[in-house]
């Protein structure tokens, strides 16, 4: 499949890396692709990422959304709508785009807080600004190890979660999550949802902290 | 054990009832303890209640918060404060106050918003409130049923969190939720936590319509 990612960071770089492997046609898209050898907050250079995955391709964020069929927002929350805007509105439209990004704030320190929450969520910010994109929230709510390798936390015997308002584009990204080994997809409805999967960060974050590991995972046990 | 119950709707009823069957001698605390055949919010009659559980009590909140070596508040969120105010700081000074009371705002009708969330809990305003009380924050995240009887939902393979500021009185909390059939506690450490456990609630709810029923949980699969 074509995929698309803005974004080309540690989670970009991650889950990108794992789509080219998969035999995916991946773009990553960045803010200067002429920057190959900056490290990417929290992940290494685009350089070292493309010796590590050739056919993968570094470009800009309107070049990585023009060329996906499907769209992955990997980028920080607090860049995601910038990073968007660049990809270009109509490079998303018609388009399963997945929404990894939380409105994380850091300015205040650690912890950080939500910038958007409780009546309303980043997903749902993106979906309004971008009408005519697909937006399906999933992936939020775990390390990009775990993203692309569920095993790796107990067999994968835990809960991914997804939302969106179309369901031809939920279907689609569920498709995708069970080539990545997700069994248990947990369809919460509409993009709504998003705020409660966003609002997840605060306690994972503290678990974190409290396990000295982000290889944990949440199952919704029923 | 003495045990006084703040509150007396569904959720003290339920936990009220399951301790005074285990043998502890609870005492559930009302605003007006003469009103015993009205219903309380999503709950029986206290004179229903009582018929149930003969060795049980009903007083006013002050009573039964002079009557508890442990206290739980089990008010909801928006009248948490009032009640243990109504309860007494004196009665409550020195005690283990476990809060199951979540900060949420029904005002605007369904689905709740949280009226303190993020850079605070209600835990941590309960806590300033009374700053003599040991509050431990607790039992917030499932339906009451389930705090009592884990073993409802899948033989209790799933996780409780626990938060607090004084390691004395999480243990004394831990134990008692051990003679429940609890096995998964997590301690979470100070009550800052909480804004965590509280900030589950919108996807709790999300996840109770989205499964039609309350006995589900979370797991923290590590």
């Given amino acids: 499949m ?44 685009l350089r070292d990422w493309l010796g590590a995955h050739p056919s993968g391709r570094v470009a800009t964020n309107a070049e990585a959304a023009a060329h996906g069929d499907l769209l992955i927002n990997a980028t920080n929350g607090d860049g995601a709508i910038n990073a968007l805007t660049l990809a270009g509105a109509q490079n998303l439209a018609g388009k399963v785009l997945i929404d990894i990004s939380n409105p994380l704030d850091f ?16 997903g749902e910010l993106i979906q309004r600004t971008f009408p005519d994109a697909k937006v399906v929230k ?11 390798n569920p095993a790796l936390v107990h067999h994968g015997d835990h809960t991914i979660f997804v939302c969106g308002n179309d369901e031809g584009a ?9 080539t990545l080994g997700w069994h248990d ?11 409660g999967t966003e609002m997840l960060l605060p306690i994972w974050i503290r678990l974190w902290g409290t396990l000295r590991t982000g290889n944990f995972q949440f199952k919704i046990v029923r």
Same sequence: chains 1, 2.
């Fill in 2 to 45: 074509k995929i698309g990612i803005i974004g080309s960071a540690h989670v970009a770089q991650t889950v990108g890396g794992k789509l080219v492997q998969m035999g995916h046609d991946v773009v990553l898209g960045t803010r200067d692709p002429s920057k190959l050898d900056n490290k990417k907050g929290g992940g290494g250079t």
């Fill in 107 to 122: 300015s205040k320190g650690m912890p950080p807080t939500l910038f958007v929450k409780d009546s309303d969520s980043l």
């Fill in 138 to 148: 999933t992936w939020n709510t775990m390390t990009a190890d775990v993203m692309i």
């Fill in 170 to 178: 939920k279907s689609a990204v569920s498709d995708l999550l069970k």
């Fill in 185 to 195: 997809i947990l369809d919460l409805g509409d993009l709504t949802a998003a705020r």
